[in-house]
């Protein structure tokens, strides 16, 4: 199989800057599509894999998993995109396909492992797969998403993983008109949760520590904001919420948010991965039958489903667009919670 050399932004090591490297790309097989990329989003998880916060990271690593671009080849059995269409790619670039997770269409709940568009394993080139922060990726084409052509492209990038991951737990949670949903963290996953839950017609309220980002949760559609650190502000919402989507990536106590639950009420953990600190407390769980679960990225149909819906409402990302070269910069502000709200790599400036 041949293969091509391309241009990326990847580190190292967790304690390296990410500076240009080169990677390499597989030639397209029979359902491959080559993308070029045009914008790249952001993530946390971005941030979380080249630092080796989650443990696991294969260095090189290039993250990037929020791609859009411009389809430049397709193999002979391609039959969703042609040539010169837009084309996105998110977290994902492969699955089995064939175990009972794959066969329901949550092929980031594959029992065989899914493979991550950035750190998966790479069953084509062998080592790691290599993210977004590069001039092109060739992906099969069923991992491959069609861009709704009314929104903005470089807007749209953050949909694939900020848009997905709140998307995916309000539509489990059958939020709908008159949900009441509150959103915990305004950044990259929050500021999309909150718009996606407004168009589904639910009433929603931000939970924030940072009390000037009301203005701008007010205007992305947020019907209220509390400022989580104070206490009255909290009693004031005790009982309320059906549904709370937490996006926050570090360990933080979620006991005060349990409590502003309604019974049955359920809090989704999204953001951070391990223990929680300090320990869950049962005893507002079992008087008022509240859960706490977790949920991760969504599977290819539910990414094209949440795109199509934000064709349809006119929603995308709020972004700042960054040259590749400042992505460490970019890191560091996404450090101290200044990202308003996601940023979005032009690359044509990898070039
Ligand atoms: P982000 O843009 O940095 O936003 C996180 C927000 O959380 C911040 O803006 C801040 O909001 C709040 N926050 C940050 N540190 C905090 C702390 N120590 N305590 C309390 N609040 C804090 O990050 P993101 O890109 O939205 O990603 C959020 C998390 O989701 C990351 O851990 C990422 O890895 C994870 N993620 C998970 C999935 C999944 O499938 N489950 C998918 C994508 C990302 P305020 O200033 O409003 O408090
Ligand atoms: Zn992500």
Redesign the pocket.
């Known amino acids: 199989m041949g293969t091509n050399i391309v241009k990326a932004y990847g580190t190292q090591s967790a304690t390296d800057s990410l500076k240009e490297i080169n990677i390499q790309r597989r030639e397209v097989t029979a359902n491959d599509i080559e993308i070029e990329i045009l914008y790249c989003g952001?993530?946390?998880?971005?941030?979380?894999t080249a630092r080796n916060?989650?443990g696991g990271s294969v260095y090189p690593a290039v993250p990037g998993?929020e791609i859009v671009g411009k389809v430049t080849k397709v193999g002979a059995g391609v039959t969703k995109l042609k040539v010169g269409d837009h084309a996105a790619v998110g977290?994902l670039v492969d699955s089995c396909r064939t175990c009972a997770s794959c066969k329901e269409d949550l092929e980031?709940y594959c029992l065989n492992g899914f493979v991550g568009t950035y750190n998966g394993k790479d069953k084509h080139l062998g080592g790691q797969t290599f993210g977004g922060y590069s001039e092109k990726v060739v992906v099969d084409e069923h991992f491959v998403l069609k861009v709704p052509s009314n929104l903005d492209l470089a807007a749209t990038a953050p949909l694939l993983?900020?848009g997905?991951?709140t998307w995916?737990p309000l539509r489990h949670w059958n939020v709908g008109k008159g949900s009441k949903v509150a959103v915990?963290?305004?950044?990259?996953?929050?500021?999309?949760a909150i718009k996606l839950a407004k168009g589904m017609g639910a009433e929603v309220t931000?939970?924030?520590?940072?009390p000037s980002?009301t203005k701008d949760?007010l205007a992305l559609g947020a019907d209220a904001v509390v400022i989580?650190n104070d206490e009255d502000q909290m009693a004031a919402v005790k009982g309320k919420f059906d549904v709370i989507i937490d996006?926050?990536?570090?360990?933080?106590d979620v006991n005060p948010y349990i409590t502003t639950l309604n019974i049955s009420g359920t809090l989704v953990?999204?953001?951070?991965?391990g223990g929680l600190e300090p320990i869950l407390n049962t005893v507002p769980m079992i008087l008022g039958r509240k859960s706490v679960a977790?949920?991760?990225?969504?599977g290819i149909a539910e990414t094209q489903e949440m795109l199509d819906f934000c064709g349809e409402h006119n929603i995308v990302s709020e972004i700042e667009i960054i040259k590749m070269q400042e992505i460490n910069e970019a890191y560091e502000r996404?450090?101290k919670?200044?990202?308003r709200?996601?940023f979005v790599i032009d690359m044509a400036s990898l070039k």
């Open positions: 952001v993530c946390h998880s971005d941030l979380h916060d989650w998993h977290c980031q993983c900020a997905i991951t995916s915990v963290g305004l950044g990259g996953l929050g500021h999309m931000l939970f924030s520590r940072t980002k949760a989580s996006t926050v990536p570090y360990v933080h953990l999204v953001g951070y991965l977790g949920s991760l990225i969504g996404m450090l919670s200044d990202v709200y996601r």
